[in-house]
């Protein structure tokens, strides 16, 4: 907590003063701690040298939990402080780490301050939303003090004090606290308290400044919810790990390939041994149907052999195809008679016409043409 005029307040753990925190509504006098459940914690003041004692009879700090009405004090008179002419020259410490209680109601023993967890149940009876509102909280005061005699002398009990353990489920939405603060009995055996007959109070003047420090403990998530503390870095990488991890990386993609590539070639040769009995029986069908065409170009040479009239020809390869269909028919030459004197193949009358060849091949091909009748008048003019 911030030091005012020469007064420090801090929360020990261990020894150790806990680490503060800003509060984030910038109120310089309030400070975060980080709670862990299960951790003893001391309340400390510490007036330092050059603080002015002016004279006061004593220096005084007192302290409540959770703004419960049980009050802690620690006092210490002037008279055993190392001062000069009202200025102190040695710090004083004054801490207070638990409350002397009976333990199984006999031996006195001290109960020592702790942070704990919160409970939840799941009611809210008989629970006053106050105490809630109270939770999470130390508050400290320091001041030179005088005494005064009290009225009704104080006698310690030696009961333990009742925190607020559980909190109903419904009241606990949306706050910010999970901790609270628990008394843990101790091993050490003390002596009986003596009773109380004397109360300190803030001197006159100036000399009785009262400095108070509020101080909130928050568990490590709220902080970091709040913005006391960062959010919790990445962890530096590994790089043997990360190393491993990529050696493994490659050996089982490595091995999948492998596997991958098997398949690959075992489809393939599936495909070939598929392939090669397609063929087979291809082979097997071409062979049949080439009988088939040989019979029926037989067939066609066969009919279409008396139709060229004594004409033979040699049938070479190339003309396969064409034995299979019936040849072409060729135009049929006419042959005009306008004369009177009628001429027949053999020419006029009287004399021969040569032949030709192409005249030859049309004969045999065209059907013989029909003579024309002559017609002779035999009538008599007489």
Avoid at 160 to 178: C, Q, S, Y
Wanted: proline residues 7%; contains cysteine; aromatic residues 6%.
């Amino acid at each position: 907590m911030p030091c005012t005029d020469f007064v420090d307040a801090r929360i020990l753990v261990d020894g150790q003063p806990l680490e503060e925190y800003q509060d984030p509504d910038n109120d310089d006098n309030v400070r975060y701690i980080q709670a862990k459940a299960g951790q003893t914690f001391v309340v400390q003041v510490t007036f330092l040298p050059g603080f002015q004692l002016q004279w006061a009879p004593s220096l005084y700090f007192e302290f409540w939990i959770d703004d419960d009405p049980l009050r802690h004090i620690v006092y210490a008179f002037s008279k055993s402080l190392v001062h000069r002419k009202g200025v102190l020259t040695r710090e004083l410490r004054l801490s207070h780490d638990g409350k002397r209680v009976k333990k199984d109601n006999r031996q006195w023993t001290k109960a020592l301050f702790t942070f704990g967890a919160l409970g939840i149940e799941p009611t809210k009876d008989a629970f006053s939303p106050d105490k809630l509102n109270s939770l999470g909280k130390l508050t400290i005061r320091a001041f030179m003090a005088k005494t005064m005699q009290r009225e009704t002398p104080y006698s310690n009990d030696g009961a333990m004090p009742v925190v607020v353990d559980t909190v109903p489920e419904e009241l606990m939405k949306g706050r910010l606290i999970k901790n609270n603060i628990k008394y843990t009995a101790s091993d050490e055996v003390l002596d009986a308290p003596e009773g109380v007959f004397q109360d300190f109070v803030p001197v006159a003047g100036d000399a009785g400044t009262v400095y108070t420090f509020e101080c909130k403990y928050r568990n490590k998530e709220i902080l970091q919810h709040l913005g006391c503390i960062p959010r919790s870095p990445s962890p530096e990488p590994d790089h043997a790990l990360i190393a491993a991890h990529t050696e493994q990386m490659l050996k089982l993609e490595k091995e999948a390939r492998r596997k991958q590539n098997l398949e690959i070639l075992r489809l393939r040769q599936e495909l070939e041994q598929t392939r090669r009995c397609g063929d087979s029986r291809e082979s097997s069908t071409t062979m049949v149907g080439d009988d088939d065409a040989v019979s029926q170009e037989n067939e066609i040479n066969v009919k279409v052999e008396p139709q060229q009239r004594g004409v033979k020809r040699e049938r070479g390869d190339d003309e396969e195809l064409q034995g299979l269909m019936p040849p072409p028919k060729r135009p049929v030459p006419m042959i005009e008679l306008d004369n009177d004197d009628e001429q027949d193949e053999t020419g006029p009358r009287g004399t021969k016409r040569p032949r030709d060849e192409d005249d030859d091949d049309l004969q045999q091909l065209a059907p013989p043409q029909k003579k024309m009748p002559i017609l002779v008048d035999l009538t008599n003019d007489d």
